[in-house]
C-alpha cells in the first residue's frame, strides 16, 4: 500500500508565496512514479497543475499556472513539492498529490494513488 500525504495549505493573500510537500510512503511505493500535482475548488472538476517524472528531467505544468508554479522532489526523503509564487485568488482550492507509473500525464485516471489534499485559499 501506497501512502501519500500533503502539507503545507493555508491562507495567503494575492501575490504570496506557499509551498506544497507531499510525503510519500509504503511498502509498494517505487522512487519510478511519476508525481503531480492537481486541485479542485468547490463546484468545479478536478484539474491539472503539475506533474514530474521519475527523475525529475521531465516536468509538466497547466497553462494557467506556468512561470509561477514549480514541481520538484526529492527521491531520497520519497518527497514532492510544488512551489507557488504570485498566487491568485482563482488559484484557491483543494491541492491533491498524486503518483503512478504510467505519468506524468495531465489526466487524473492514469495516476493511482491519491492523497487526501491540502486546502489553500487565497485572499484579494
Known amino acids: 500500500q501506497v501512502q501519500l500525504v500533503e502539507s503545507g495549505g493555508g491562507l495567503v493573500q494575492a501575490g504570496g508565496s506557499l509551498r506544497l510537500s507531499c510525503a510519500a510512503s509504503?511498502?509498494?511505493?517505487?522512487?519510478?512514479?511519476?508525481m503531480a500535482w492537481f486541485r479542485q475548488a468547490p463546484g468545479k472538476e478536478r484539474e491539472f497543475v503539475a506533474a514530474i517524472s521519475w527523475s525529475g528531467g521531465s516536468t509538466r505544468y497547466a497553462d494557467s499556472v506556468k512561470g509561477r508554479f514549480t514541481i520538484s522532489r526529492d527521491n531520497a526523503k520519497i518527497t514532492v513539492y510544488l512551489q507557488m509564487n504570485s498566487l491568485r485568488p482563482e488559484d484557491t482550492a483543494v491541492y491533491y498529490c498524486?503518483?503512478?507509473?504510467?505519468?506524468?500525464?495531465?489526466?487524473?485516471?492514469?495516476?493511482?494513488?491519491w492523497g487526501q489534499g491540502t486546502q489553500v485559499t487565497v485572499s484579494s
Open positions: 498524486a503518483a503512478g507509473l504510467r505519468g506524468p500525464g495531465l489526466t487524473p485516471n492514469i495516476y493511482d494513488y
Open positions: 509504503g511498502r509498494t511505493f517505487r522512487s519510478s512514479y511519476a
